[in-house]
């Protein structure tokens, strides 16, 4: 039996449950010829339902955001046929030491607590870490691939 092709619009709550449990992302910024820059990232949703990204300043994504705030992240589940969905919204980037605390509320929408939070901390500060934060402004549907269902083989 052929696969069908879905897309299911979701609430913005639906949206952030099925973000938060998928933390590979491909992040879109806008380089300053107008193309788009892509990097792949691992993500996750922060309390206020913000996208959150760990990263460095120095980075072509977070050069091109400071210039473009516009971003758009690409969710995929682990299955490349599995369900994904494109999130659109506003970036801010975030620089130590303002950085810190939300770097640990990062690290714990991905993985949980952290064993030594002290010894977290002081790492983020010698690597001088950075937190790109997306405000969502819009999303498509939660989608698949495959046949659209009109032109499925029989």
């Keep these: 039996m ?5 897309n299911s619009r979701v609430t913005r709550e639906e949206l ?13 910024t806008t380089r300053g010829d107008g193309r788009p820059q892509l990097s792949p990232v691992t993500g996750g949703v922060d309390e206020s339902g913000r996208l959150v990204i760990s ?5 072509a994504k977070v050069v091109n955001l400071r210039r473009n705030p516009a971003a758009s992240v690409l969710v995929v ?13 506003s970036a801010e980037v975030l620089d130590m030491p303002e950085a810190e605390d939300a770097l640990v509320e990062y690290f714990r929408c991905i993985s949980g607590e952290h064993p030594d ?14 937190l790109v934060r997306i405000t969502i402004d ?6 698949t691939g495959g046949f659209p ?3 499925a083989p029989a």
């Excluded at 052929?2 to 879905?6: M, V």
């Excluded at 589940?77 to 919204?89: E, I, N, T």
């Excluded at 939070?117 to 950075?130: C, H, L, N, T, V």
């Excluded at 819009?138 to 989608?143: D, K, L, N």
């Design 2 to 6: 052929p696969k069908i092709a879905t």
């Design 16 to 28: 952030l449950d099925f973000v938060r449990t998928r933390h590979s992302w491909v992040l879109v």
């Design 55 to 59: 990263t460095y300043p120095d980075r």
């Design 77 to 89: 589940s682990d299955g490349f046929a599995d369900p994904w969905v494109q999130v659109d919204g």
């Design 117 to 130: 939070w002290d010894e977290y901390r002081a790492a983020m500060r010698s690597q001088g870490k950075s």
């Design 138 to 143: 819009r999303w498509g549907p939660v989608a």
């Design 149 to 151: 269902a009109d032109r």
